[in-house]
């Protein structure tokens, strides 16, 4: 069954600036509903993170900083304040309405949106916490906050974000284009069950230039080429950046890594040599000490580069590339064609000025990124 994401709904939200309390207006009663979103008021978030304590941060992202909270009804949650300044922001109406739309979007593989809060200038978004923190920290991060992924706890978490992002992509009408599908986006729960974090967002955030650059740089190894130089965004940008995904958690190693020897920088390009010189399976991490099912191993990589093909409509669709995943469908007839590769990061030009125009519409979103040297 296809779910419906209303884009824009009509729901009247208004926040008293005074008594920092929202107020929802009861002007029609079809005007009140925002869904599944909760509203929070300043105070409420204020308790549930002590005031916002440096104790309670837990992280920081190009949209603001990131605390930890305990509700009074005894539920932890993740409070995002965005630090994006308010001229850059839909008005308020349609960010309530927006968020109402996309805090219906249930998946067990999707972070919820559980409510957010508007007092004058400030805006916070409250999510379900994920005890586990982002496959960047415990997969990718530094030694002491590594943990130790069996082949199954990776087969698992790769599958579990297909399906997420193949909800997005073909179950939610219209659909969604995450954008910016990384490891520091792949959350983890309690069960170490993963959690696509952030979708919908960037629509409903208008970057601000000050920060453009940064963001930009930080995701850029899982850019599809046909992205970083036309701006063009289409579902198969997601699909590349899924393939980049699913060969870190594969290698357990990070995207693009200097700190690594020569020859050995961009994993995409050495996933691509190793393919062509029938040695892929010395892509799979060594930690794994060869403790995993070939076919399987074998079997993911090869997905893995489907997804990462230069030519954008050559990868699959996520529904298809779970079930390849699954082995419902057979690839080992299946042609692999050279990826997009990202020879030298240090040749891009990163925009100064930016500004972020997305719209959903049809087949395609379409973003104003500027076009950057990139081969
Ligand atoms: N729902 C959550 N539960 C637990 N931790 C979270 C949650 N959301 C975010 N975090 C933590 O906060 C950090 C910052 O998250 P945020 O989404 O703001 O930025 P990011 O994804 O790391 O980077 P960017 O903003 O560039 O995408 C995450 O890396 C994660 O460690």
């Not at 199954?152 to 954008?179: K, T």
């Not at 701006?231 to 594969?250: A, C, M, N, P, Q």
């Not at 060869?290 to 076919?295: S, V």
């Not at 419902?328 to 020879?343: A, F, H």
């Amino acid at each position: 069954m296809k779910f419906k994401f209303p884009l824009c709904g009509s729901s009247c939200f208004s926040s008293s600036r005074s008594n920092s309390k929202p107020t929802i207006s009861t002007t029609s009663p079809g005007e009140q509903n925002h869904g599944n979103l909760r509203i929070f008021s300043t105070q409420e978030l204020q308790i549930a993170t002590r005031g916002f304590s440096s104790s309670n941060k837990i992280g920081e992202g190009a949209f603001g900083s990131v605390y930890r909270g305990h509700l009074a009804d005894g539920s932890v949650v993740a409070v995002k304040v965005l630090s994006v300044e308010i001229e850059s922001m839909r008005g308020e109406r349609e960010f309530i309405s927006e968020l109402a739309a996309l805090s219906n979007i249930k998946h067990a593989n999707l972070v919820e949106l559980q409510g957010c809060c508007v007092d004058g200038a400030n805006r916070y978004l409250v999510f379900d916490y994920m005890e586990n923190n982002s496959l960047a920290q415990t997969l990718l991060g530094k030694e002491q906050n590594r943990m130790k992924f069996s082949w199954e706890a990776r087969r698992d978490i790769s599958l579990g974000v297909a399906r997420g992002l193949a909800y997005l992509h073909e179950e939610v009408q219209p659909h969604i284009v995450h954008r910016d599908i990384k490891a520091s986006n792949i959350l983890l729960d309690r069960n170490f069950a993963p959690k696509v974090a952030d979708f919908g967002l960037s629509r409903i955030l208008r970057d601000q230039a000050s920060h453009i650059s940064t963001r930009v740089a930080g995701t850029l190894g899982y850019l599809a080429p046909e992205y970083a130089i036309t701006g063009h965004l289409t579902r198969k940008s997601d699909v590349y950046s899924f393939g980049v995904l699913l060969l870190e958690i594969i290698s357990g190693r990070s995207v693009v890594d200097f700190d690594l020897e020569l020859g050995e920088h961009y994993l995409v390009r050495k996933a691509w040599q190793a393919y062509k010189s029938n040695k892929l399976m010395q892509v799979v991490d060594p930690a794994l000490k060869m403790n995993f099912p070939e076919e399987e191993a074998f079997r993911f990589l090869m997905v893995s580069l489907l997804c990462v093909q230069e030519t954008a409509k050559l990868r699959p669709h996520m529904s298809m590339a779970v079930k390849m995943l699954t082995n419902e469908t057979d690839i080992r007839d299946v042609q692999i064609s050279q990826p997009g590769l990202v020879p030298n990061l240090k040749d891009i030009r990163l925009p100064q000025k930016h500004t972020s125009e997305s719209t959903s519409s049809g087949g395609s979103t379409i973003m104003s990124l500027p076009s950057t040297t990139y081969f």
